[in-house]
């Protein structure tokens, strides 16, 4: 008997609390808009951006050489790019460090080094972005991406071809 009385003390307890908060707690403030609000909610006025403009004529000289520049590395890298896959498939099976091993690395640094052209090319223009993007100088900014872009293609192209010829070969 001892215990049921103690369980329905326990039990009705938080009830009895409740009534006592629910009679001393003020009445709970409204949830309604107040004047005040809604008075920041202007639209921010716009931003107006000016489109790039041509490119200065300082620089169309520079893009001008180095697309040049980009041709004859291309043009380079394709005379070789025969020459070097037959000299590879020449020592594919060759052991490391052997006669035909060798010619044939020297022939993909030969390949390599004909594209210097491009990926001075390449270089350069990036540099050039990376200047005229930091001073936020716009002007012909697309373009010298336009023309980095195309670069950028043509040597990560390359880069593919030597990657898959290296890979041809036996390692050291």
């Known amino acids: 008997m001892k215990r049921f009385l103690l369980l329905l003390s ?4 938080p009830l009895a609390l409740s009534a006592c908060a629910a ?4 009445a709970a403030p409204s949830l309604a808009k107040r004047a005040v609000e809604g008075r920041l909610n202007v639209a921010p006025t716009p931003v107006v951006v000016p489109p790039p403009g041509p490119l200065p004529a300082d620089l169309a000289g520079r893009l001008a050489r180095w697309e ?4 004859a590395g291309q043009q380079a890298f394709a005379a070789e790019r025969d020459a070097t896959a037959r000299l590879v498939n020449a020592a594919a099976g060759a052991a490391v460090a052997s006669e035909r091993w060798v010619v ?3 022939a993909i640094s030969r390949l390599t080094a004909a594209r210097a052209p491009i990926t001075g090319a390449l270089a350069d223009i990036e540099r050039l972005y990376i200047e005229r993007s930091v001073d936020e100088a716009i002007d012909g900014l697309p373009d010298i991406y336009a023309l980095r872009d195309r ?3 043509q040597v990560s192209a390359q880069d593919a071809v030597i990657e898959a010829l290296n890979a041809q070969l036996p390692g050291e």
């Open 68 to 71: 040049s520049d980009g041709a």
């Open 10 to 13: 326990i039990a009705a307890a």
């Open 104 to 106: 044939a690395e020297q």
């Open 151 to 153: 670069l950028s293609e």
């Open 23 to 26: 009679a001393q707690a003020p």
